[in-house]
Structures are given as C-alpha cells and as structure tokens.
C-alpha cells in the first residue's frame, strides 16, 4: 500500500481556518495532514517526508528560519491569509492587543514571508484582488463531516455567581477529569475571562457571561441541561445559603448534584429528586460519568423533580 505524501499546517491550535480552508483542501489534494503547533529542528530531522507546509495566519522569526531549512530539502512553502493581515491600515477599531498580535506574528515578517512562500493563499475575492501582485490562490471554505456534524452530548451546568467563586476553583480538577474520561460530556458554568482562561485548555467547556435576574429567567426557561451541579463549600457566608437552584436546575430540566450538608440536607432526598454527594472531587467526578451514560436514571429522577416543583407550586 503506497503511503499518502504528507501536509505540515503550522498553526497554534486547531482553528476554523484550519478546518474550513487548509485541512480539507490538502486532504482533497491526496496530502495526510499534520497540524503543528511549533515547528523545531528535531521535527525537520525526523520527519523529512514532507511535501508541503502550510503556514496558516501566523509566524516567528525563529520558525520562519526553520522553514527555510525546510525549503532548502525541496519542501514547498505556503502561505495562507484569511483577514488582512499585511495593511496596518486596515486594523482600525481593533483591540490594541489583537493589533499587536497582527503586527508581530503577520505583518512584521511579511516580506520574509513572500520571499520564502512558493505560493500565497487567500480565502476571499478582495484579498486575491488587493494582493494581485503575489499571484494568490483563492481557497473557499467548506463544509466536513467534523464541521456539519450534530452530537448527542450531555450537558452539566454550574450555575454560580461570583459569590462563588470558590466553588467554581473547586470544581476545576472535577471537569478535567471527567473530560480526560469522556468525550460526550459538556459542561458549561458562568464566569470572568479568568475563569473562561483557566479552562480554555479543557475540550467541550461553555463560560456564560453574568447576566441579571430577568434574563437568566428567561434563558433558563428555554435552555436545556442535563445535569446541574451545586457543590457548597463549607464557611461562614455559605452557611446562609438557601436552595432556590433546586428550582433553577428544575427549570432546566437537569439532576442535580448537591452538597451534603445545609441547606440541600435535609431538603434534597438523596436518590429521588436529586443527588446528595460529601465534597470529595472524585466521587463527583464518578457521579457525573455514571449519571451522563444513564438516561433512565436522570429521566425517572425528572418525573419526581416535577411533582416536587407541583407540590410546592404557587400561581
């Protein structure tokens, strides 16, 4: 069996343009495609097969002298732009910091980049008509089976304020176990840019921003979970908390998970409307595994969560 020629996509991370534009073009071209987040000397040592690297978006210097090394071993060199990365002028009204970035990974090196580039790649009309001159092929996006497809997923919600936040820490190690253990679970919780950095590296992971009481109503009553958790930690202001997210995360349609201790104690029956878990990471982790494989538990549990919320209901 003849082995496929080989593809180099350097890029930080998996991103649109890699899935709509680079990958599926090269895959369509007979390439096997490798995405690199850097590209060092040890990789052009051992991996020598190459026939083509594409630079999407963004470079260094350091790489850009790697990549000549590349050329020099007959690698074709690509470069692929899909904003105008090349006219400062252009970058009017963008944040100072997106500017910089810009500036430093694209337009800085730009004459590097068309000395060393066999080909330049744009991804609309006006950049192949503005950069005329560099002879640009156009590249369209389009659809694949990983960017159209729909998934059955579970979600688990956390739903905490910034009078949480030391919950919202804790439950950081609970979601990076259970993600390294599944892959058809999502969680989605409220939180700062802080917050949303700190998980940024976990797969399936949503930060809501804050929103007022109105709004949470309304975005509630027309959202879905699966799961809602309600850890609570045990100090001095926790100890006057009520349990209105039993309400909330019935509203949503989800199971909770609650901390075993007031006020959830002794309001949340353990196994019938609910969960009552110790605050011990690794049995919440287990319970989150266990309840997203079994859709026959959190359904039953539903059905008892509603007549609870008829029980005490008022018009």
């Known amino acids: 069996m003849v082995s496929k020629p080989q593809a180099l996509i350097i890029s930080a991370t998996q991103t649109a343009t890699t899935d709509y534009f680079l990958k599926p073009h090269l895959v369509a071209q007979g390439y ?3 995405i690199l987040p850097k590209l060092n000397q040890d990789f052009i040592t051992q991996n020598l097969e190459a026939k083509v690297c594409v630079i999407s978006r963004y470079i260094n210097a350091k790489q850009l002298k790697l990549l000549a090394d590349l050329k020099q071993l007959g690698v074709k060199i690509i470069y692929f732009m899909d904003d105008d990365l090349f006219d400062w002028r252009a970058w009017s009204g963008l944040p100072y910091s997106y500017r910089w970035k810009l500036f430093t990974q694209a337009y800085l090196h730009k004459q590097h980049l068309l000395n060393l580039a066999d080909e330049f790649w744009c991804s609309t009309d006006f950049l192949v008509q503005k950069y005329a001159d ?3 092929k156009l590249l369209l996006p389009v659809a694949t089976t990983k960017t159209i497809a ?3 997923i579970v979600t688990v919600a956390y739903h905490g304020t910034a009078s949480h936040t030391q919950e919202i820490y804790w439950l950081i190690n609970i979601i990076q176990a259970v993600q390294a253990q599944t892959d058809n679970v999502q969680f989605e919780l409220f ?3 802080k917050i949303n950095k700190l998980v940024a590296k976990f797969p399936r992971v949503a930060v809501l921003h804050p929103m007022n009481w109105d709004n949470y109503l309304n975005f509630t ?4 979970c699966e799961i809602a958790l309600a850890p609570l930690l045990e100090n001095k202001f926790n100890s006057a908390r009520g349990y209105t997210k039993f309400y909330d995360y019935a509203r949503l349609g989800a199971v909770g998970l609650y901390s075993d201790i007031a006020p959830y104690k002794g309001f949340i029956r353990d196994g019938i409307d609910g969960f009552l878990l110790a605050n ?3 049995i919440w982790v287990d319970k989150i595994l266990e309840l997203a ?5 959190r359904n039953n549990m ?3 969560i509603k007549q609870r919320n008829l029980q005490n209901y008022v018009n």
């Open 134 to 136: 560099f002879n640009p």
């Open 221 to 224: 009553a027309t959202h879905k």
């Open 191 to 193: 939180g700062t840019h």
């Open 32 to 34: 096997a495609v490798t």
């Open 280 to 282: 011990d990471s690794e």
């Open 302 to 304: 539903l059905d008892e």
């Open 150 to 152: 729909r998934r059955e």
């Open 293 to 297: 494989l079994d859709n026959v538990i």
